[in-house]
């Protein structure tokens, strides 16, 4: 057994409007996603059905192999009604422009979000390419072409 998550080391890069911020950081000993804050100088609001992209400060170069994820913080989320438009926003390993946030106000009400505000979460993952096999029948399945609900909402019955 592991004593914990895997590292991978992630060169980073502080923009100038990120100058005075922390890094991104893990919260717990085995969070799986840190914490991104806003670089934005005084004062941004989101109005209610707004978007709005707001920057990090940081560019990145992650390794081959490897993807960030941005995702929504879940406080943000419940108590304000802010999520992340793209869930999950997708960086590239050859990506090397500054990192961004774009955010939309589900709540009833204005959002202000402040300097140094913690916006999102950025998971750092293994990547997996697909290569595409192509058949003329696919294997049968137990679910076969059922989608979008057709498995139901209820609970398993016992």
Do not use: C
Not at 7 to 36: F, N
Not at 49 to 59: C, E, F, Q, S
Not at 78 to 93: E, H, Y
Not at 96 to 115: K, Q, S, W
């Amino acid at each position: 057994m592991s004593d914990g998550p895997t590292q991978v080391s992630v060169d980073v890069t502080r923009l100038a409007h990120g100058a005075g911020l922390e890094l991104p950081a893990y919260e717990s000993t085995l969070a799986a996603g840190m914490d991104l804050m806003a670089a934005i100088e005084g004062e941004m609001v989101i109005a209610p059905g707004a978007r709005a992209l707001v920057p990090t400060g940081l560019a990145i170069a992650l390794p081959p192999g490897f993807e960030a994820q941005v995702r929504p913080r879940s406080g943000l989320a419940l108590k304000q009604g802010i999520t992340v438009v793209n869930t999950p926003g997708t960086i590239d390993a050859d990506y090397r422009g500054e990192v961004g946030v774009i955010l939309i106000n589900h709540g009833d009400a204005p959002v202000t979000i402040d300097r140094g505000m913690r916006i999102a979460q950025m998971v750092v993952a293994p990547v997996t390419q697909a290569v595409w096999n192509q058949v003329e029948n696919l294997p049968e399945s137990v679910r076969g072409t059922g989608g979008f609900g057709s498995t139901g909402t209820a609970g398993a019955k016992s």
